[in-house]
């Protein structure tokens, strides 16, 4: 029983060491992807809110978040 008892605490020991080690491999790796992914921010002329700059509605006057504002800023 006591052996059985070691082998079990030695056993946990090896998985959690090489979970450890997997597992700090790749946190450098989700950075980088993460650093890549992000697009840079346009305010809308109207209202100030930051939009990405490939969701941007533009205009005559600027960049506006939707159509709705860019007709509401180049109507009046």
Do not use: F
């Not at 946990?12 to 992000?38: D, F, Y």
């Not at 346009?42 to 490939?54: E, K, L, M, N, S």
Request: proline letters at 4%.
């Amino acid at each position: 029983m006591k052996l059985m008892i070691v082998l079990l605490a030695v056993l946990a020991g090896v998985w959690l060491w090489r979970r450890g080690r997997t597992g700090g491999a790749r946190a450098p790796k989700r950075r980088a992807q993460a650093r890549a992914q992000a697009l840079p921010m346009v305010r809308c002329a109207r209202c100030g809110i930051h939009v990405p700059a490939d969701e941007v509605v533009a205009g005559r006057r600027g960049s506006y978040c939707c159509a709705g504002h860019r007709q509401d800023a180049e109507d009046a």
